[in-house]
């Protein structure tokens, strides 16, 4: 079993006051920060590039989680790694759901040295993965459609979750299971007895005391 970890989106934090809010991160009990890069074509939304990032990981020296919300993920991993990022998670749907081109990005990333895994939209199914899932260090899965903090969590999501757990087990894996989207006080505890190690939260977290929304999620 993986150790639970809290990823905040970095998406919600209150663009006012980033420093004090890094800090408090940085003392908090998160170990991850979740960073959402949308390009304004895979997703109607523009966040963050990668000098945004560095500037981050110099400022709050966390494990850089980086989402990539982008139509072309196989120009954008290389430089978000050169810029910080850990681990970096891509959309099946951006390389058209092939396979090929799938094994071949997350090759692409182990070999400049980070970690990498897929991601799914909630109307994506998980299945046609499977032979993949050998090369991914975490699956993450959409429980909202991506592009915007604050929506509603998507409890039918839980079913791809203990499939991956599953099969997880039945393959003898060890990627870690992540979930993305409407995690709060009422739905954390489910995504965690479905088989995830990995909350991502945004607008819970940032809304809240930072410090304690993340140990009550660990508690
Ligand atoms: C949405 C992003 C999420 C977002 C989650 O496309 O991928 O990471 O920040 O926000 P909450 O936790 O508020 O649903
Ligand atoms: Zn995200």
Known sequence: MNEIVIAPSILSLDYSNVSAQLEELKASKAKWLHFDVMDGHFVPNLTFGPDILKGFKKACPLFMDVHLMVEDPKTYAPI??????????????ALDNDLSRIQGLLDEIHNLGAKGGIVVKPNTAIEPFESVLKSCDLVLVMSVEPGFGGQKFMADMLKKVEWLKEKRQELNLSYRIEIDGGINQDTYKSALDAGCDTLVAGSYVFKNDITKTIEGMLA
């Open 80 to 93: 978000f790694i050169q810029n910080g990022a850990d681990l970096v998670t891509f959309h099946t749907e």
